[in-house]
């Protein structure tokens, strides 16, 4: 099956409303002619109804980074799904290895985020990751199925294939340490397999699976050409147009 890569920056916690917006002004003329590539950007909260304003109708997707799995009630602080749609969402990213160490996020509470994504009409990127220690005691395939599964466990298979899976080992993520192409692949391949088990082998041949954890445009080529990596998510190196450009050019070529 031709999947075509999909490639997100992830904007974690940069940029308010006005570098946003430049952000996006400066990447538009140069996505906009890629072709055989899907691209997202994930900017704040706050920059995302400006930032959807601005991209609407481009080949920009507007991702959230995070979202409630209730569609409204007393959750001070939080945003639902339904209001990422509301301001021109495409995707969400559910269960980023941040949020699972820093702020406390559950398998169980991903698996209910991602059911809440899909039931507002939106996207699901669900990531999963290994720490250091997990790979060091050769715990990683046993680690990333259990996120996978329980993340995956409240999805339909009819609604499965546009889910999107972001295999990011927690020790690459900010660290400047990429896993080699050889060593990402082994995962990929781990969890397609994975998938086919728990939703079918349609499902598991459709659904993307982006690397992330260090990826720039020097590693991107290699990462992307491997079988089973379809795309990246993007952290420092999306945060500059140039380099965040090179990187989703690299998936459209590869
Ligand atoms: P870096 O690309 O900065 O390593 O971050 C990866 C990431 O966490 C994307 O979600």
Same mark, same amino acid.
């Given at each position: ?15 308010? =409303?006005? $570098?946003? +917006? &430049?952000?996006? #002004? @400066? ?12 691209? %997202? ?86 990531? =999963?990751? $290994?720490? +250091? &220690?997990?790979? #060091? @005691? ?12 329980? %993340? ?103």
């Amino acid at each position: 099956m031709n999947r075509v890569p999909f490639v997100c920056g992830n904007w974690k916690m940069h940029y308010g =409303v006005s $570098e946003a +917006l &430049a952000l996006a #002004d @400066a990447l538009l003329p140069m996505i906009e002619p890629l072709a055989g590539v899907e691209v %997202g950007i994930a900017p704040t909260y706050t920059a995302l109804h400006a930032v959807g304003q601005r991209v609407k109708g481009t080949k920009l997707l507007l991702s959230a980074q995070n979202c409630h799995f209730e569609a409204q009630g007393a959750y001070t602080g939080e945003i639902s799904a339904s209001m990422l749609k509301d301001v021109g969402c495409h995707y969400v990213i559910i269960g980023h290895s941040e949020r699972r160490s820093l702020f406390g996020e559950t398998d169980e509470g991903c698996a209910k985020k991602v059911a809440a994504v899909l039931k507002a009409g939106l996207l699901p990127i669900l990531c =999963v990751g $290994e720490t +250091l &220690a997990e790979r #060091d @005691a050769n715990q990683t395939l046993e680690v990333v199925t259990r996120q996978l599964t329980a %993340g995956l466990s409240e999805v339909a298979a009819d609604q499965a294939m546009t889910t999107v899976v972001a295999y990011e080992p927690v020790w690459a993520i900010g660290t400047g340490r990429t896993a080699t192409p050889t060593q990402a692949q082994e995962v990929h391949a781990h969890l397609r397999k994975v998938i086919a088990g728990q939703l079918g082998a349609g499902v598991a041949e459709a659904m993307r699976l982006q690397y992330g954890g260090s990826v720039k445009a020097e590693n991107a080529r290699d990462l992307f050409g491997q079988p089973d990596i379809d795309g990246g998510l993007i952290g420092g190196a999306a945060l500059k147009a140039d380099s965040f450009a090179a990187i989703v050019k690299a998936a459209a070529a590869g």
